[in-house]
């Protein structure tokens, strides 16, 4: 290094002396400043976590909703015409004996659609073929409680299904109620003949 006038200027060892690493406050200056940074990075990935999370339940409810809907439809429609009619929304019931008490039991299982031709509107004769039920977290169309295929539609995020039916709009009002929202998905469905 050379001074202005010219001369050079040779550092002696005690200045560099100085030189060679950082003091105790710029150490800790560093760790603090990285410390934070790691936790802004880390509460930042748990919110994207928690965002694509939401965002998968979301769209999995949509999912639900989009199937239910065209489960019920497809049964509602296929009745669409004057050859039936809703013959009531009701809980349906199952009897059951009880060895213990030696009586039988009758228990409220879930609210069901049924559809009844006719000659039969009124007088309590039920076809099992022509209901619909949600029973535990399964919609069943037809054939009372069995699964057949093409015939039920098992749900792990809807908790209950319920129906309401307007004899004088012809309308049936369903109501989709999910596990973990309180305000229910609901959709109504006409019946044109």
Wanted: glycine share 6%; hydrophobic share 40%; charged share 20%.
């Amino acid at each position: 290094m050379t001074s202005s006038d010219g001369k050079v200027v040779v550092m002696t060892g005690r200045s560099l002396k100085h030189k060679k690493g950082y003091t105790l406050a710029e150490m800790m200056v560093t760790l603090v400043a990285f410390s934070v940074l790691s936790a802004m990075v880390v509460a930042f990935a748990s919110l994207i976590n928690k965002s694509v999370s939401s965002e998968n339940l979301s769209t999995k409810r949509i999912d639900e909703i989009v199937e239910v809907k065209q489960f019920i439809s497809d049964w509602f429609y296929s009745f669409d015409n004057s050859d039936f009619y809703v013959d009531s929304v009701r809980y349906d019931e199952e009897t059951n004996y009880d060895f213990e008490t030696d009586t039988y039991i009758t228990n409220s299982i879930s609210e069901v659609v049924i559809m009844v031709k006719p000659e039969l509107l009124g007088t309590g004769i039920i076809s099992p073929e022509y209901k619909l039920v949600f029973t535990g977290n399964t919609l069943t169309a037809g054939y009372g409680y069995s699964s057949q295929e093409g015939n039920a539609y098992t749900s792990g995020l809807i908790q209950n299904v319920f129906f309401s039916w307007n004899e004088d709009l012809k309308i049936l009002k369903c109501s989709v109620v999910f596990k973990d929202i309180e305000k229910p998905y609901v959709f109504v469905l006409y019946k044109h003949a």
